[in-house]
């Protein structure tokens, strides 16, 4: 009669039904889930009975930036939003929980024409891992002709994990005269990027990919909205 034979590093066999199958812990990546709609999530284990471990990456949210509405003739410069923090760490399976929350942070809200950006949301996967989110540009600038410039947004601090960093700054903002001016850049975030600044009158730029600081406003005479800063998201790396 024939006869194979396995390499049992990686395989074994059944002793109740005579199956092969690979051992767990040795099949690497199987699986990504993404979760980058803002608010809570659950994560069950159980739903993946081959898991070994997970590799969680987590990204905060951006900050948003003000608007502004500078008189005629006149100009109002606002800084861009912090990016959001990332962290990230590998977890054995025997260290889940049998359900882990998973909060994914909004991106700070557009400011209005006198308020700052709103602060982006913090993001976590259980109490394993955390990353901060980045502060909203501020409205602190008042309506004038003569040279004035806005201070940047500090980065946010690193949250936890086994990696763990914060995110960008939000750039600072320059005014030359009445009818010239630079806004700021959002900040950088690990997983997305910044709003750039912008020398035209209109509102912030927005973030692109996730986490990024929106960018800030600029006004000559003309009444401009803030903008939203870059949503965060979790991806959950599963292996088998």
């Known amino acids: 009669m024939a006869r194979a034979c396995v390499c049992d590093t990686y395989f074994t066999v059944d002793s109740d039904t005579g199956e092969l199958c690979l051992k767990p812990g040795t099949m690497g990546l199987r699986r990504v889930l993404v979760f980058n709609d803002a608010g809570t999530h659950q ?7 081959w898991l070994a471990r997970v590799r969680a990456r987590v990204q905060g949210g951006g900050g948003g930036s003000a608007g502004a509405n500078a008189a005629a003739n006149q100009c109002i ?6 990016g959001g923090g990332y962290s990230e760490s590998l977890i054995s399976v025997a260290s889940l929980g049998a359900v ?28 394993f891992v955390q990353a901060n989110g980045g502060d909203g540009g501020g409205a602190v600038q008042t309506s ?14 690193a ?3 086994q990696f763990a960093q914060g995110g960008g700054p939000g750039g600072g903002a320059i005014r030359l005269n009445g009818t010239n001016g630079l806004s700021g850049a959002g900040g950088e975030s690990f997983l997305g990027h910044g709003g750039y600044a912008r020398a035209g009158e209109g509102g912030g730029n927005p973030a692109r990919g996730y986490g990024g600081g929106a960018g800030g406003g600029l006004s000559y005479g003309g009444s401009v909205q803030g903008t939203a800063g870059g949503g965060g998201v979790v991806i959950v790396e599963l292996y088998g």
Request: avoid cysteine; proline fraction near 7%.
């Open 144 to 157: 004038g002709t003569t040279d004035d410039v806005s201070s940047g947004v500090p980065a946010p601090l």
């Open 100 to 127: 882990e929350t998973i909060v994914v942070g909004a991106g700070g809200e557009a400011g209005t024409t006198v308020q700052g950006g709103g602060t982006g949301g913090s993001s976590s996967f259980g109490g």
């Open 77 to 82: 410069v606002r800084p861009g939003g912090a």
């Open 159 to 161: 949250g936890r994990g």
């Open 43 to 49: 994560f069950e284990k159980a739903d993946y009975p």
